[in-house]
């Protein structure tokens, strides 16, 4: 029997693009949305990150030396945070609904721009019991840490608590754990998914 629901937040609450904010960033600084792109992923600042190995000062303080730029501090999050759409893929109503007579787990790699400004503008993070998140826990996905760290805020037997998760890699983590878990597809599919093991949100 399911008692904790687990959701991911990129790409199962929010949809999200990193592309936005190349191009942004591009129009800030003058590099092209390919070669900010290729800085990116080979200076490891993201993981970092949303690891918690510094925080969102340093942070902007390594981005604006890796692009060769300065940018205003508000500016900058806003940057950051506008790879986000302004629809989620799964309502709020039915998160809402689960939380009636389920406990809900939120279990996300993001960082405490993301999470905060997400949290204020997104009214469906506000139906969740507890938040796990990478850089709190010091540990991503698909680390052990950051599944136990889930397990122990949803108060129950890992096979008790069911996760969905857009990354195969974290849903086979969260099954090397003990959670019963699939990759989410869609809002129909993981509707599907949790009526099955007998979770209702109406």
């Not at 129009?27 to 918690?52: D, Q």
């Not at 939380?99 to 809900?104: G, H, I, L, S, Y």
């Not at 889930?150 to 890992?158: F, H, N, Q």
């Amino acid at each position: 029997m399911i008692r904790t629901v687990i959701f991911d937040l990129g790409r199962v609450l929010v949809p999200f693009d990193f592309g936005i904010a190349y191009q942004l960033m591009s129009e800030h600084c003058g590099l092209a949305p390919a070669e900010i792109r290729k800085r990116f992923a080979a200076s490891g600042l993201a993981h970092g990150f949303e690891s918690g190995e510094f925080d969102e000062f340093e942070f902007q303080r390594r981005v604006e030396e890796l692009l060769e730029t300065k940018v205003e501090r508000e500016h900058f999050r806003q940057i950051w945070f506008s790879v986000f759409h302004p629809h989620t893929l799964i309502p709020e109503e039915m998160v809402a609904g689960i939380r009636k007579n389920f406990r809900t787990v939120l279990l996300s790699n993001t960082n405490p721009i993301h999470f905060t400004m997400l949290y204020e503008r997104y009214p469906i993070l506000q139906h969740f019991d507890a938040y796990i998140l990478s850089h709190e826990v010091g540990a991503m996905k698909p680390l052990p840490r950051i599944y136990e760290a889930a397990i122990a805020a949803a108060g129950c037997r890992p096979e008790e608590c069911f996760f969905t998760d857009d990354v195969a890699e974290y849903v086979e983590g969260a099954k090397a754990a003990g959670i019963d878990a699939v990759q989410f597809q869609s809002c129909e599919q993981i509707q599907q998914e949790l009526k099955a093991r007998g979770v209702s949100w109406e």
